[in-house]
């Protein structure tokens, strides 16, 4: 029995939070889906578009505690640091910006085994056959796919990778390619 987990980078914010202009675009973007699970990460603007996406879907999924494993100010406090912040405005996606940025592999290695974790923590909460929705950043995103040996771009706002998991196996699904 499969289940399968809908990764939804968030909202375009205003600062630390989504303002209206992301709520509406949360609710116009918000992926279809008859949602079992609803999933966010501990910094505010996932459990904003969250909520835009609940409410503009009508949906009774249940709404799960924050999942810390899918990004944390701590974790972005390191992450983002000056190489990172040159390296997008520079023009690089933020996956690509944490790959030239001073992190070192160890630490990249454990951010990716991280973000793998957080998927398979939701997976498993998840009921069989159950349809899961979750809103993250990016490159948590695309570095918990690395963790599934899958190498996918960094996503804009709203766009999302599906992770099914069926016989204990996870793959992934990106729509975009």
């Known amino acids: 029995m ?4 809908r990764y ?3 909202s375009k914010k205003e600062g630390a939070i989504i303002g209206r202009e992301g ?13 079992t699970d609803v999933f966010h990460g501990p910094l505010y603007r996932t459990a904003q578009t969250a909520l ?3 409410c503009a879907l009508g949906s009774k999924a249940m709404v799960h505690v924050p999942v810390a494993e899918i990004g944390s100010d701590e974790l972005f406090a390191t992450m ?13 996606t933020n996956i690509e910006a944490l790959f030239v940025s001073d992190h070192g592999d160890e630490l990249v290695a454990s951010w990716t085994t991280d973000a793998a974790l957080g998927v398979e923590m939701m997976l498993n909460q998840i009921p069989d056959d159950g349809f899961g929705i979750a809103f993250g950043h990016d490159p948590i995103i695309p570095l918990a796919a690395r963790g599934y ?7 804009k706002e ?5 992770f099914i998991l069926d016989n204990g196996v996870i793959t992934i699904v990106d729509p975009r390619q």
């Open 23 to 35: 709520l509406n675009y949360a609710a116009e973007k918000a992926p279809a889906g008859e949602y």
């Open 149 to 155: 040996g899958s190498d996918v771009p960094s996503l």
């Open 2 to 5: 499969a289940k399968k987990l």
């Open 52 to 54: 835009a996406v609940v």
């Open 8 to 10: 939804v980078r968030h």
């Open 80 to 92: 983002v640091n000056d190489e990172f912040k040159a390296a997008v405005k520079s023009g690089k």
């Open 158 to 162: 709203m766009e999302y990778i599906d």
